[in-house]
């Protein structure tokens, strides 16, 4: 089927699938393409789809139309340049994300949220204080802790303590490039352990049929494409992942997409599952803005390196791995 396809529709739960799988083409497409073509002949195109079949399809699998869907992305991503890289100007900040100039972004984004770009830039980082972001954590309230450099470590390594949480080695790390087989689940996913476990069950039998796990080698991932701070949490974006070899093809509801490898804060939690969110806490609000570094535009994800069932206090030890780079 090509963007010029006009025969009917398909149906039944195969026709579901094979859909996901396309709009799951073209929401990685945007994500990489925010400065580039997203009119809908090319995305239709990136569907495989008719541009009016497509555009009916994808409202119906987002729940928003695909304008509107571009424009929260754009101006999602712009908040957070303006947040976290004070050096850049608006202009700039502006046209890498797809807009043609500052005018018509900061008409758009005072729509969207009520103040100017550097209103905004000013509320969030505070004029002549900090330029390190904030993000994952509550930025109007400092969390409660300690950071202690290690000089002596091979690798750069801090040891962060917080109130509700045991010591922690925060490292920074120069990761490999990692291709990944997904489920992306879009909607509310904070503290819902039973929907992780289903969509990596759902992942895993697919993996498991192909015979592409092979353990320790293949690791468990979860991709956030979105910050909660800013995205309404009914358009969350997650994708729960596994590595696999490259060049393998996805299928229905799964999908492939390769991780940009590069520098990356590497926090390694032993942690509950109630103590995610303050894990995110102290490597962004705690650490963070005593590293030397901030916060680069690559996914945020988390590595899981245990079954917490096999675990004396059913804990998860996990990587969170947030790209960096230098101030």
Request: some cysteine.
């Amino acid at each position: 089927m090509n963007g010029s396809d006009s025969r009917p529709l398909l149906s039944g739960e195969n026709a579901r699938k094979e859909y996901i799988r396309r709009i799951n083409l073209v929401l990685d497409y945007i994500e990489g393409h925010l400065d580039g073509d997203l009119s809908l002949t090319k995305l239709a195109s990136v569907a495989a789809f008719s541009p009016f079949h497509f555009h009916r399809l994808f409202a119906l699998f987002i729940g928003e139309p695909l304008n509107r869907y571009i424009g929260r992305i754009r101006l999602e991503r712009a908040a957070n340049r303006l947040t976290c890289d004070a050096e850049t100007s608006v202009t700039s900040v502006a046209l890498n994300c797809g807009y043609s100039g500052s005018s018509a972004f900061a008409r758009a984004f005072k729509a969207h949220f009520g103040v100017s770009p550097r209103e905004w830039r000013a509320r969030k980082i505070g004029i002549g204080e900090s330029k390190w972001c904030q993000r994952k954590g509550n930025i109007w309230q400092e969390p409660q802790g300690k950071v202690v450099y290690n000089y002596s470590s091979k690798l750069i390594e801090w040891r962060i303590t917080m109130t509700n949480l045991s010591e922690t080695k925060i490292t920074v790390e120069n990761l490999e490039p990692m291709e990944v087989a997904y489920i992306r689940h879009i909607g509310p996913y904070k503290g819902d352990e039973a929907l992780f476990r289903e969509l990596f069950s759902k992942l895993m039998r697919w993996a498991g049929t192909r015979g592409l796990i092979h353990f320790p080698q293949t690791l468990m991932l979860a991709v956030y494409h979105d910050d909660p701070d800013l995205t309404d949490e009914n358009a969350l974006r997650l994708s729960c992942c596994i590595t696999v070899p490259a060049g393998t093809e996805g299928g229905g509801e799964i999908g492939t997409m390769k991780l940009p490898g590069g520098l990356y804060a590497v926090g390694h939690f032993d942690i509950a599952s109630e103590q995610f969110g303050e894990a995110w806490k102290g490597l962004c609000s705690l650490w963070l803005p005593q590293s030397g570094y901030q916060v680069d535009d690559r996914l945020s994800f988390e590595i899981y390196r245990n079954d917490p069932d096999q675990h004396p206090q059913h804990h998860h030890i996990v990587d969170i791995c947030m790209p960096v780079r230098p101030l």
